[in-house]
């Protein structure tokens, strides 16, 4: 039969399609109903087309002040967590010492462990060391977990890198400054900036860790939780759309330029 066999030969392309749209789902009902204008407290049922929450997205008070406190905490954290992330990678990688087995099976410990653990134990270290809860122990807290995330990424990328790229530069008289920042630094690029896009995303989203260290620093998750037991204001659907946008422009960009230099090598 025909059409048993075109299922056949799509099945694969179709799965991989469904399953896209299944993931998709949540961000398609987040962006509806973000033009939503509900008659309650709670935006959880069509009511009406609006622009209201667009036009005003810091409408809701404290609303654009959380979003701020995670942005600079996930800036910070990001570059904080890709530079010491890159550094340890390079080191697993590159050179031999004792207890390198051991280090190895610590870096996918915060990955593996329960956030809730994790969580509980820096804020245990932080009351022993006296510290003041708030934004500088979010920020400690999210370098710790991203930490072993970048050096997986990084990781992954020195590994695959061929060494006689390094000993071509230097037999042309290159200095090891000149050979890190012309050879080694770019071919490790991809996995340095996916490493930090994955830290950046993953300090923005974090709550639980978060929640236990804060204090009285309030995050964009903290606020949309809060939020959520008194109702859900269509803002947060704003703030989230155009996050998400903002994701996929990265994305395609990153993929036109990658097309660019392919056309350009061939």
Avoid at 2 to 13: A, G, I, Q, Y
Avoid at 134 to 150: D, E, K, N, R
Avoid at 227 to 247: C, E, H, K, W
Wanted: proline letters at 5%; a positive charge.
């Amino acid at each position: 039969m025909p059409f048993v066999n075109w299922l056949k030969r799509n099945l694969v392309v179709i799965a991989g399609l469904l399953t896209l749209g299944y993931l998709l789902l949540p961000n398609i009902i987040v962006t509806v109903f973000s033009f939503n204008k509900p008659k309650g407290r709670f935006n959880y049922a069509w009511q009406q087309f609006s622009l209201d929450a667009w036009k005003d997205p810091c409408g809701v008070p404290d609303l654009c002040g959380s979003l701020s406190v995670s942005l600079r905490i996930a800036f910070w954290a990001t570059l904080g967590a890709t530079l010491l992330g890159t550094l340890i990678a390079f080191a697993l990688v590159r050179y031999r010492f004792r207890a390198r087995g051991a280090v190895n099976s610590l870096i996918f410990l915060p990955m593996a462990m329960p956030e809730v653990v994790m969580a509980a134990s820096l804020l245990t270290l932080f009351l022993n060391m006296g510290a003041q809860l708030g934004f500088w122990t979010i920020l400690i807290a999210h370098i710790m977990f991203c930490l072993s995330f970048v050096v997986t990424a990084v990781k992954a990328r020195v590994m695959s890198m061929d060494p006689k790229l390094e000993e071509a530069a230097r037999d042309l008289y290159a200095g090891p400054f000149q050979t890190f920042v012309r050879v080694t630094l770019p071919i490790a690029a991809p996995g340095i900036a996916a490493g930090a896009l994955l830290a950046f995303a993953l300090s923005f989203d974090d709550f639980i860790i978060t929640n236990f260290n804060a204090g009285s620093t309030v995050t964009f998750p903290m606020f949309v939780w809060g939020s959520a037991q008194r109702g859900t204001p269509v803002q947060i659907n704003v703030i989230g759309t155009a996050m998400f946008l903002v994701a996929v422009l990265l994305v395609l960009a990153s993929m036109v330029v990658s097309n660019r230099r392919n056309r350009q090598k061939a």
